[in-house]
Nanobody
Framework: QVQLVESGGGLVQTGDSLRLSCVASGGTFIWYAMGWFRQAPGKEREVVAAISRLGSSRFHADSVKGRFIVSRDNAKNTVYLQMNSLKPEDTAVYYC??????????????????WGQGTQVTVSS
């Protein structure tokens, strides 16, 4: 059983940056591809970014491409989401998730086995 704990959210202004972290415990981190999802009020949860086990494959949603960067440090059991040039439409609860199957980067929520509790990101205009 893997436990995931996100941190780094907060209230920022348009154009600011934040770095989210997600620390994993209870499992062998390198066995898991990792994803970042977000859910805004009244909207469905959507994938933001994902990264393969060794970091060789990465995905970023079109809405964040060029502004957000996903990375991981397997020695620290941590996946990051660097968020730059934040916009009000980035306001959401951000979740990290772990996918235990060795099939590279997957984008569907159903592919992920373990989820964190989420961290709130609010971007004011």
């Amino acid at each position: 059983q893997v436990q995931l704990v996100e941190s780094g959210g907060g209230l920022v202004q348009t154009g600011d940056s934040l770095r989210l972290s997600c620390v994993a415990s209870g499992g062998t981190f390198i066995w898991y591809a990792m994803g970042w999802f977000r859910q805004a009020p009244g909207k469905e949860r959507e994938v933001v970014a994902a990264i393969s086990r060794l970091g060789s494959s990465r995905f970023h949603a079109d809405s964040v491409k060029g502004r957000f960067i996903v990375s991981r440090d397997n020695a620290k059991n941590t996946v990051y989401l660097q968020m730059n040039s934040l916009k009000p439409e980035d306001t959401a609860v951000y979740y990290c998730a772990a996918d235990r199957r060795d099939v590279g980067v997957r984008l569907g929520q159903d592919a992920y086995d373990y989820w964190g509790q989420g961290t709130q990101v609010t971007v004011s205009s």
